[in-house]
């Protein structure tokens, strides 16, 4: 059975951000899609779908590999802050 999932996930501030994220995402066993509804003012909407659950430490991993720290399910009140800035971030 599939299970699907979206994350809300601070830091994201271009496409070079929502690319990094989608290929750490994508290398994740059993994952099949990821959609990403990009918000550089805000947290963005992360979608996975995969095989089964992901854990929160799987999803958190992939996104420390992209260099991104934040993601939890929108009904944790948690948003962690960027562990650091894109170099690609508008000004």
Known sequence: ???TATYSVTGMTCDHCVGAVSAELQNLAGVSDVTVDLNPEGP???TVTSDGPLTD???AA???EAA???ALPPE???VLA???SCK???I
């Open 82 to 84: 960027p562990r650091r």
């Open 76 to 78: 944790d009140p948690l």
């Open 62 to 64: 992939a996104l420390d």
């Open 44 to 46: 963005s909407a992360v």
């Open 68 to 70: 991104i720290t934040g």
């Open 57 to 59: 430490q799987q999803v």
């Open 1 to 3: 059975m599939s299970s």
């Open 88 to 90: 690609h971030q508008r």
